[in-house]
């Protein structure tokens, strides 16, 4: 139920956990027990000839074993690249939101990304907003692609149905065209959500950048107000330090 309704389960999140480190598993499974068992038996041997084939053996298993967890790794990867495809596709079923947006960091972009992490730093109350505004871009730019797939369908099934002419074929056309009609619509009004949602981003963005700023403009001109305090105490005592000096060294001169 939870997945026809597009919401992470418990089986999602350790089948991610396992997908991850399955490739490095399996890199280590196939280069390191046959070289190992090898280099026992060649510590173990007491022949110069046998200690030679076991150490060519390790060499030789070593280097096959690596090649072969390279290739089950990289199967392991397109696997979990697809898998996650597929899971962005069920939550993106529903809606993406906010807590959903670390599965579709692949989708956000370089400024996107940098953003997110300097206002998590920053401001936790305003990367709360921006990831509910991700999602909203996010859900806006999927249905945007998924609308311009539909039409394209539906403008292939359309210049096929143009071929035939036929009353069945004259119905066919003029609901291919009520459909095109609608997917544009939708698309239209994706493209209007997708500018606001990308307006709503910047202007977060602004604003955590103009807290940053503030904040660190605040702090200098506090240390640089507490320097201008220090600096007349600081002067004084150098000047009574140059005053005792000079008396000290007129009563050295004064002594006979």
Not at 42 to 61: I, M, N
Not at 121 to 141: C, F, G, H
Not at 148 to 165: D, F, G, I, P, S
Request: hydrophobic share 45%; net charge positive.
């Amino acid at each position: 139920m939870e997945q026809l309704q597009g919401k992470l389960s418990n089986k999602d999140l350790t089948t991610s956990r396992v997908l991850k480190i399955a490739p490095w598993i399996a890199l280590v499974a196939a280069s390191i027990p046959a070289p190992l068992v090898f280099l026992v038996l060649f510590l173990a041997t007491t022949t110069t000839e046998s200690a030679a084939v076991y150490l060519l053996l390790a060499g030789l298993s070593l280097t096959l074993g690596f090649a072969l967890g390279v290739v089950i790794a990289a199967i392991l990867l397109i696997y979990r690249r697809k898998w996650l495809s597929k899971l962005r596709d069920r939550l993106a079923s529903d809606g993406i939101t906010a807590n959903e947006v670390a599965w579709f960091r692949s989708e956000l972009t370089s400024a996107e990304r940098k953003a997110l992490a300097e206002i998590e730093q920053s401001n936790p109350l305003l990367a709360d907003a921006y990831m509910e505004t991700l999602a909203n871009r996010l859900t806006a730019s999927r249905i945007i692609s998924r609308s311009k797939r539909e039409m394209l369908k539906v403008e292939r099934q359309l210049n096929r149905a143009r071929t035939v002419r036929t009353p069945e074929s004259t119905a066919l056309q003029k609901d291919l065209t009520e459909d095109r009609e609608r997917l544009d619509q939708v698309r239209l009004q994706a493209n209007e959500h997708l500018a606001k949602a990308k307006t709503r981003l910047q202007v977060i963005e602004a604003t955590a950048s103009r807290k940053l700023s503030q904040g660190e403009t605040d702090l200098m001109m506090q240390r640089l107000g507490s320097a201008q305090d220090q600096l007349p105490l600081v002067l004084e005592l150098a000047q009574i330090e140059q005053q005792a000096l000079r008396e000290a060294t007129d009563e050295s001169l004064l002594r006979p």
